[in-house]
């Protein structure tokens, strides 16, 4: 029992994807996680909404939103070619853009929560001090809060590694290119290939613990 | 030298505060939900006042004519929490060290407030006097220009309130350091500030040094809030060198502390307060026959309640001079009350 290069192929390019799109959510959620938890601004609880909603959303509809968006005729997608002379649509990374808009508001959510529970008083306290709000962030705010944001990425990784309906909407089902393991799965299923599903179901099984199992002690690592 | 005039609307009350103070420790005093945090807030840059001045040592803080409204890194002043606010990741010399690099300083600092066995402890493992030891030393870390306590020893139990004083007063004396204090209790009052500032429902009621402001209330309100409970309305009747004597509506003339903004024939409230019992009579004691109600001996203090023109006044005495007090529960006893110890507060008609 081992698996096929196609089979390979699909590990490789979901661990990628996952994690190209865990990092992608925390550069772009983490900020707007600290804006929601520290500032009030107007149409604050509509961007909140805005942001919530793949979480509602069927993954198929959400994914046939981004291909509207995205595709060639789409508004950003035409952007985007025009730019970069190539899309998004049917490429990995649209896989990546599925995943990611995918755990956003997981991890927004999470991020969110574990930053507004930090003690304003400590934040106050490092600005007598006289730090900057940038420091504060990184040396107070973000240590305290870290397990919630730590939980907030294992979350984003497992939404991404198990993304299939908007990937499949907006980078179909491609060997060699756009097949994540989800995907994989699927097509094993649908021809019969019963084998193939049940060992990539076990990698995706084992990926998920040693991810959650690794997280666990690096969180627990550095505090008292 | 501070210089504060802030104004700002609240939920429940508009806040409208003033003083000046060239005091080393200057306290605010107030019941809590004042506006006691308020003003340490507005100090140090963490709220911004609808309008006022704010200036220390001749540095403007804020000033809303001018549009000036320094950051609170910009203020250099010190901030002492009521919780600490000590950061729970870093150990307690990462704590200090994060206020300044000072490592000269630091040493000097540690060992003056005797945290040196606890440096490498984490906030959670250390005691609730240590957190606070550690917590001064990371607001004087930076030599702030003033160093704000916000209820410092309000957590903390008797005895070790005394070491903590003690402790405070000698680093406030070795570097020089001007403070305020907020302040619920006001024995803290007076044995740490040379100034005190009253506040009520964010109003400034009255200011001056803690003794003279707590013998010479300016007000009832005032008075109350100082923590004086047994008053006799009456008229001031005569003026002598070191009294002046007070006659109750029943007739009875009471003698109590001078005082110079009042004159003859002025209404006031006469408070008898709970330590004015006078050993033996004498030119400036007052005889009273009061009926004993109840007394309460423990080794150190006796608390005697007496009905006194249909009052009940609580008085205390050490235990050890109760047997010269002759007194029986149920019985009438004849007492001296020391003039110094019985001020009067001016009737103020409210407008």
Request: include cysteine; charged fraction near 20%.
């Given at each position: 029992?081992?698996?096929?290069?196609?089979?390979l192929f699909s590990v490789e390019l979901s661990l990628k994807v996952a994690t190209v799109?865990?990092?992608?959510?925390?550069?772009?959620?983490?900020?707007?996680?600290?804006?929601?938890?520290?500032?009030?601004?107007?149409?604050?609880?509509?961007?909140?909404?805005?942001?919530?909603?793949?979480?509602?959303?069927?993954?198929?509809?959400?994914?046939?939103?981004?291909?509207?968006?995205?595709?060639?005729?789409?508004?950003?997608?035409?952007?985007?070619?025009?730019?970069?002379?190539?899309?998004?649509?049917?490429?990995?990374?649209?896989?990546?853009?599925?995943?990611?808009?995918?755990?956003?508001?997981?991890?927004?959510?999470?991020?969110?929560?574990?930053?507004?529970?930090?003690?304003?008083?400590?934040?106050?306290?490092?600005?007598?001090?006289?730090?900057?709000?940038?420091?504060?962030?990184?040396?107070?705010?973000?240590?305290?809060?870290?397990?919630?944001?730590?939980?907030?990425?294992?979350?984003?990784?497992?939404?991404?590694?198990?993304?299939?309906?908007?990937?499949?909407?907006?980078?179909?089902?491609?060997?060699?290119?756009?097949?994540?393991?989800?995907?994989?799965?699927?097509?094993?299923?649908?021809?019969?290939?019963?084998?193939?599903?049940?060992?990539?179901?076990?990698?995706?099984a084992v990926l998920s613990i040693t991810v959650i199992f690794t997280v666990n002690r690096?969180?627990?690592?550095?505090?008292? | 030298?501070?210089?504060?005039?802030?104004?700002?609307?609240?939920?429940?009350?508009?806040?409208?505060?003033?003083?000046?103070?060239?005091?080393?420790?200057?306290?605010?005093?107030?019941?809590?939900?004042?506006?006691?945090?308020?003003?340490?807030?507005?100090?140090?840059?963490?709220?911004?006042?609808?309008?006022?001045?704010?200036?220390?040592?001749?540095?403007?803080?804020?000033?809303?004519?001018?549009?000036?409204?320094?950051?609170?890194?910009?203020?250099?002043?010190?901030?002492?929490?009521?919780?600490?606010?000590?950061?729970?990741?870093?150990?307690?010399?990462?704590?200090?060290?994060?206020?300044?690099?000072?490592?000269?300083?630091?040493?000097?600092?540690?060992?003056?407030?005797?945290?040196?066995?606890?440096?490498?402890?984490?906030?959670?493992?250390?005691?609730?006097?240590?957190?606070?030891?550690?917590?001064?030393?990371?607001?004087?870390?930076?030599?702030?220009?003033?160093?704000?306590?916000?209820?410092?020893?309000?957590?903390?139990?008797?005895?070790?309130?005394?070491?903590?004083?003690?402790?405070?007063?000698?680093?406030?004396?070795?570097?020089?350091?001007?403070?305020?204090?907020?302040?619920?209790?006001?024995?803290?009052?007076?044995?740490?500030?040379?100034?005190?500032?009253?506040?009520?429902?964010?109003?400034?009621?009255?200011?001056?040094?803690?003794?003279?402001?707590?013998?010479?209330?300016?007000?009832?309100?005032?008075?109350?809030?100082?923590?004086?409970?047994?008053?006799?309305?009456?008229?001031?009747?005569?003026?002598?060198?070191?009294f002046s004597e007070v006659m109750l509506k029943s007739g009875i003339k009471l003698k109590?502390?001078?005082?110079?903004?009042?004159?003859?024939?002025?209404?006031?409230?006469?408070?008898?307060?709970?330590?004015?019992?006078?050993?033996?009579?004498?030119?400036?004691?007052?005889?009273?026959?009061?009926?004993?109600?109840?007394?309460?001996?423990?080794?150190?203090?006796?608390?005697?309640?007496?009905?006194?023109?249909?009052?009940?006044?609580?008085?205390?005495?050490?235990?050890?001079?109760?047997?010269?007090?002759?007194?029986?529960?149920?019985?009438?006893?004849?007492?001296?009350?020391?003039?110094?110890?019985?001020?009067?507060?001016?009737?103020?008609?409210?407008?």
């Amino acid at each position: 029992m081992v698996l096929d290069p196609e089979a390979l192929f699909s590990v490789e390019l979901s661990l990628k994807v996952a994690t190209v799109s865990t990092v992608v959510v925390l550069l772009t959620g983490l900020p707007l996680a600290y804006l929601f938890a520290t500032r009030e601004f107007p149409f604050k609880n509509l961007l909140d909404a805005v942001v919530t909603l793949p979480l509602v959303f069927p993954p198929t509809v959400t994914g046939y939103l981004l291909l509207l968006l995205l595709g060639k005729n789409g508004i950003l997608g035409e952007f985007i070619y025009r730019v970069f002379k190539t899309g998004v649509v049917f490429t990995w990374y649209g896989a990546v853009v599925a995943s990611s808009v995918a755990a956003f508001p997981i991890f927004v959510k999470t991020a969110r929560s574990a930053l507004e529970s930090v003690d304003k008083n400590l934040i106050h306290a490092a600005y007598t001090l006289g730090k900057g709000e940038l420091e504060t962030f990184f040396r107070v705010v973000l240590p305290i809060a870290k397990r919630g944001v730590i939980a907030g990425l294992v979350l984003s990784f497992a939404r991404a590694i198990g993304e299939f309906g908007a990937t499949l909407m907006l980078a179909g089902n491609i060997p060699f290119k756009t097949n994540t393991i989800p995907i994989e799965i699927y097509s094993a299923v649908s021809d019969g290939n019963f084998e193939r599903a049940n060992l990539l179901t076990a990698v995706v099984a084992v990926l998920s613990i040693t991810v959650i199992f690794t997280v666990n002690r690096l969180s627990r690592r550095g505090t008292p | 030298m501070i210089n504060f005039h802030a104004e700002k609307e609240l939920k429940n009350f508009s806040y409208r505060v003033s003083f000046k103070s060239e005091a080393q420790i200057t306290a605010l005093f107030a019941p809590s939900g004042s506006g006691k945090t308020l003003t340490l807030q507005m100090i140090a840059g963490l709220q911004k006042p609808d309008r006022g001045e704010i200036e220390v040592n001749g540095k403007v803080l804020f000033c809303s004519q001018r549009g000036v409204n320094l950051p609170p890194q910009k203020r250099n002043v010190g901030y002492l929490f009521q919780d600490y606010a000590l950061f729970p990741h870093m150990t307690v010399k990462e704590n200090i060290l994060f206020a300044s690099k000072d490592k000269k300083l630091f040493t000097e600092i540690v060992e003056l407030l005797e945290i040196a066995d606890i440096l490498e402890k984490y906030p959670e493992q250390i005691s609730g006097g240590q957190k606070q030891r550690v917590a001064l030393a990371r607001a004087i870390m930076r030599r702030p220009e003033v160093l704000l306590l916000d209820e410092p020893f309000s957590a903390l139990h008797k005895e070790l309130k005394e070491s903590l004083y003690r402790e405070l007063l000698s680093i406030i004396k070795q570097f020089d350091q001007k403070a305020i204090l907020v302040t619920h209790d006001f024995e803290e009052v007076l044995k740490l500030s040379q100034k005190v500032v009253i506040l009520n429902r964010g109003k400034t009621v009255q200011e001056g040094t803690p003794v003279n402001v707590f013998m010479n209330p300016c007000n009832l309100k005032a008075a109350k809030l100082l923590g004086h409970s047994n008053f006799f309305k009456g008229k001031i009747i005569s003026c002598k060198e070191n009294f002046s004597e007070v006659m109750l509506k029943s007739g009875i003339k009471l003698k109590c502390r001078k005082r110079n903004d009042v004159k003859i024939g002025d209404s006031v409230f006469a408070s008898i307060l709970p330590y004015s019992l006078a050993l033996s009579p004498s030119a400036e004691s007052t005889r009273l026959t009061v009926l004993v109600k109840k007394i309460n001996r423990d080794m150190r203090f006796t608390r005697i309640n007496v009905e006194f023109e249909k009052e009940n006044i609580e008085f205390f005495i050490p235990s050890s001079l109760s047997p010269n007090f002759i007194m029986e529960e149920g019985r009438t006893a004849t007492i001296y009350l020391s003039a110094d110890f019985v001020p009067v507060i001016p009737v103020v008609r409210t407008i």
